[in-house]
């Protein structure tokens, strides 16, 4: 049974930015059956090269035998073809069965070159591609050689004139070859896309590590304390030094106190998101929606004069329009992603972070609550949004502002002390 798969980009967007598979993608595993439908409706274009064997049965050149048992082996060639695209898109592993399939292939390739004419020798070129689709990477060109080899052998064996030869046996090569060339290339894509998941975990994975670094030392330093003057406190009442046992306890209620602020602040900035782990999210959510991600190297870059609360605001807004770029984004296939400075009329420098996709843009729809509750977010930490258009009024594009702190220009006195 095929898996369900949700809509990639439904009406009410999320902050969550995650994205549904994209059955299609090169290399994916088909997930329904309109997917499975659409591919072999795309592979049935390639089979234009029967019309050789289909004219041969048709010019009355055999007799009525010859000519059912050609129409079946037909039938049966191109149930085996269009079969293994299934098996192959529902099952991207190895599956043994595959060569099993190619094999009769190459049986009634043989057989009917040799029963019913050179025009069958047309076989071999889909005997060439299966072949260099099943073998493993390091097996597909040694395949297509020896499925190019045997169609030679048979096209001499069967008399076959010389611009047959090379009408046939030449794509036969080539076919089987590019074939080869785009199974290295799905096998990288799928390499990519689980570097890129990688990449987006170990970006969790340092956040949890700096969270686990900042308790242990809040916690670690105050803890101790604690301890200690709980010791000092105990030792005062049992020598009868009740107010400093009361100065004791109320040092420890308030280093407890300040300890609880200072976890909550750095769970706080745990909870709170980053540039780098957004952007590396946001290219795993639009590679699963077929749309090309071209980012700035900056945007995962500190900045100097960005303050932590400006930071987090400018990934929520990140967050929020790869989120719209998703689910709303109609006919987009490239995102662009840019960060920059500039200068406000009052003197005041901001960081701008730019989204833009190349889509049919939001059109007459109103904002959600997701582009709201993201204004609300940079009106906290003095910034603002600004939504419409991209360039040349195509697609949809967001840029959120946040002002930049002045950094400090070190003085010699400064670098002295």
């Not at 900056?298 to 990140?318: I, K, S, T």
Request: aromatic share 6%; net charge neutral.
């Amino acid at each position: 049974m095929f898996k369900t798969r949700l809509p990639s980009r439904p009406d009410d967007a999320g902050e969550d930015g995650q994205a549904q598979s994209f059955g299609n993608i090169p290399g994916a595993q088909v997930e329904n059956r309109r997917q499975l439908v659409v591919k072999l409706a795309w592979m049935s274009m390639w089979m234009i090269y029967l019309i050789y064997p289909v004219k041969d049965l048709v010019g009355a050149r055999h007799g009525t035998a010859a000519t059912v048992a050609g129409a079946l082996a037909l039938a049966l060639f191109l149930a085996s073809y269009m079969s293994l695209v299934a098996v192959r898109a529902t099952k991207p592993g190895s599956w043994r069965g595959s060569y099993l399939i190619v094999g009769l292939m190459m049986l009634l390739a043989v057989a009917t070159s040799f029963g019913l004419g050179e025009a069958w020798l047309t076989l071999f070129t889909y005997c060439s591609v299966c072949a260099a689709t099943v073998l493993p990477p390091r097996l597909g060109l040694r395949g297509v050689a020896g499925t190019t080899a045997l169609a030679l052998a048979v096209a001499l064996l069967t008399h076959a004139e010389t611009d047959t030869l090379a009408g046939i046996v030449l794509p036969c090569f080539l076919g089987g070859l590019a074939m080869t060339g785009l199974q290295r290339l799905v096998t990288t894509m799928r390499e990519l896309r689980e570097a890129r998941a990688a990449v987006a975990h170990l970006a969790a994975a340092e956040e949890r590590l700096r969270l686990a670094r900042d308790l242990h030392d809040l916690l670690g330093h105050s803890l101790s304390l604690i301890t200690l003057k709980s010791e000092l406190a105990g030792r005062f009442m049992d020598q009868d030094q009740q107010e400093a046992a009361r100065a004791q306890v109320a040092d420890i209620e308030n280093v407890a106190r300040q300890s609880l602020v200072d976890v909550r602040e750095a769970v706080g900035g745990y909870r709170r998101p980053t540039l780098p782990v957004e952007l590396a999210a946001a290219r795993t959510a639009l590679t699963a929606a077929q749309v090309t991600l071209e980012a700035d190297p900056a945007v995962a870059e500190d900045r100097p004069g960005l303050g932590g609360q400006e930071a987090g605001a400018l990934a929520w807004a990140l967050r929020e329009a790869v989120t719209n770029v998703v689910r709303h984004g109609e006919d987009a296939t490239v995102c662009t992603v840019t960060i920059d400075e500039t200068w406000e009329g009052d003197g005041e420098r901001y960081a701008v972070l730019e989204v833009a996709d190349n889509g049919r843009g939001p059109g007459k729809s109103s904002p959600g609550n997701g582009l709201s509750g993201l204004e609300e977010r940079l009106a906290l930490v003095d910034g603002r949004l600004e939504t419409g258009p991209g360039q040349r009024g195509k697609g949809f594009r967001l840029r959120a502002m946040v002002p930049l702190r002045t950094v400090p220009v070190p003085t010699a006195d400064s670098v002295r002390e």
